[in-house]
Nanobody, 123 residues
């Protein structure tokens, strides 16, 4: 079992930055692929970014060049640095863990989820 706890999100103006963190406990963190997803009101949960055990990353086109996912295996933590935020980035952001060394953009392939944290970007 893996427990994931996201940091608090927040309210930021368009063009601003915010960093989310997700602390993992339970099974060895380093072998898990980690991902960030988000869900806006009335929409399905969508892929944002993922990182494998050796820090190879993949991003959704909508955030590429603005968001950066990273991980610290010693601290059992994954991060999402969000820059140049836009109002359309407003959503609840979820951290997820996949019991595999391979990453995935598909939310159904993730085994564990955090509780979610609200990010609101004002125009």
């Amino acid at each position: 079992q893996v427990q994931l706890v996201e940091s608090e999100g927040g309210l930021v103006q368009a063009g601003g930055s915010l960093r989310l963190s997700c602390a993992a406990s339970g099974r060895p963190f380093s072998r898990y692929a980690m991902g960030w997803f988000r869900q806006a009101p009335g929409k399905e949960r969508e892929f944002v970014a993922t990182i494998n055990w050796s820090s190879i990353t993949t991003y959704a086109d909508s955030v590429k060049g603005r968001f950066t996912i990273s991980r610290d295996n010693l601290k059992n933590t994954v991060y999402l640095q969000m820059n140049s935020l836009k109002p359309e980035d407003t959503a609840v952001y979820y951290c997820a863990a996949r019991n595999s060394i391979a990453t995935s953009r598909n939310r159904v392939e993730y085994d564990y989820w955090g509780q979610g944290t609200q990010v609101t970007v004002s125009s």
